[in-house]
C-alpha cells in the first residue's frame, strides 16, 4: 500500500513539481494568459524559481538547460506529460519531437475541471496556499505588463516571450558560458531579480503602502519597458 511505502527524497521532489506545474498553468489561466506553450511555461518557471524567494519559497531547481528556444527543465516537462495523462491538464496542437535523451513534445496547455478541483485540494495546506498565490501574483503581473488595450488582441505573444527573457536572472544566466542556465550558484543565494524586487519595494514603501503583488507587477512592467527600448 502507498501509506506502507517510505517517501523518498526523489518522490518528494516530483510531487512538489506536480503541484508548482498544476498552479502555474491554473494561475496563467486565471490571470487571463493565452494558453501556455511549452516554450513560455519553462520561460515562466524560470523566473517563478528566480523570484520565488522574494515570497519566501525555495526555488525547485538551481539551474536550467540553456537551449534555442530559451530555458527547459526536463523535470518539469516529464510532470507536464504526468499531468496531461492524469487528466489534470488537456494538451491541444500537439506535435512530438523525438530526442535521444529526453521525451519532448509541443503544444498548448489548459487546465481541466479535474485540474482546478485538484489545485483547490492542493491549497488547503500552508505552503499550497502560498505558492499559489505567488504564481498567481506572478501571472497576474504578466498579463497586466503585457494586455494592450488599444489593440485588438489583449496580448501580443511575441513581445510577452521577450518581457519574460529581459529578467535580471535569465539575462546575468546567458551572459554566462556553459550549457546550463545558473539561477542561484550557491543554494539559498540571493538572485539578480530577487534584488530587483527589494530595490523596488524599498524605493515603493518609502512613499506609499505597497504589497508583495504590487512589488512584482512593477517589476515585470519595467521588464516590457526595457523590451521597447531594446
Known amino acids: 500500500m502507498l501509506g506502507d511505502k517510505a517517501l523518498l527524497k526523489k518522490d518528494y521532489e516530483k510531487l512538489q513539481f506536480l503541484r508548482w506545474v498544476l498552479f502555474l498553468v491554473t494561475a496563467a489561466e486565471a490571470a487571463g ?9 519553462h520561460a515562466l518557471l524560470f523566473f517563478s524559481f528566480a523570484s520565488s524567494r522574494f515570497y519566501g519559497l525555495r526555488p525547485l531547481r538551481q539551474r536550467a538547460q540553456r537551449t534555442p528556444n530559451g530555458p527547459y527543465y526536463r523535470a518539469a516537462h516529464l510532470t507536464l ?7 489534470l ?5 500537439f506535435k512530438a519531437h523525438p530526442s535521444p535523451k529526453d521525451l519532448q513534445f ?21 505552503t499550497g496556499e502560498r505558492m499559489y498565490k505567488f504564481l498567481l501574483d506572478l501571472c497576474l503581473g504578466t498579463a497586466r505588463a503585457m494586455s494592450n488595450p488599444e489593440s485588438d488582441l489583449e496580448f501580443d505573444n511575441e513581445d510577452t516571450d521577450r518581457m519574460l527573457a529581459q529578467d535580471l536572472t535569465f539575462r546575468a544566466a546567458l551572459a554566462r558560458a556553459g550549457k546550463a542556465l545558473i539561477i542561484e550558484e550557491q543554494p539559498g543565494e540571493i538572485t539578480p531579480t530577487v534584488k530587483g524586487l527589494r530595490s523596488i519595494d524599498t524605493y515603493l514603501r518609502e512613499r506609499t503602502f505597497v504589497n508583495n503583488k ?7 512592467t519595467l521588464l516590457r519597458d526595457r523590451v521597447k527600448v531594446a
Open 33 to 41: 494568459l493565452p494558453a501556455i506553450t511549452r516554450e513560455r511555461l
Open 81 to 87: 506529460g504526468y499531468l496531461v495523462f492524469a487528466g
Open 89 to 93: 491538464i488537456e494538451v491541444s496542437a
Open 106 to 126: 509541443e503544444g498548448t496547455f489548459r487546465v481541466t475541471a479535474e485540474g482546478l478541483r485538484m489545485s483547490r485540494l492542493f491549497r488547503q495546506t500552508g
Open 214 to 220: 504590487d512589488v512584482l507587477a512593477a517589476y515585470q
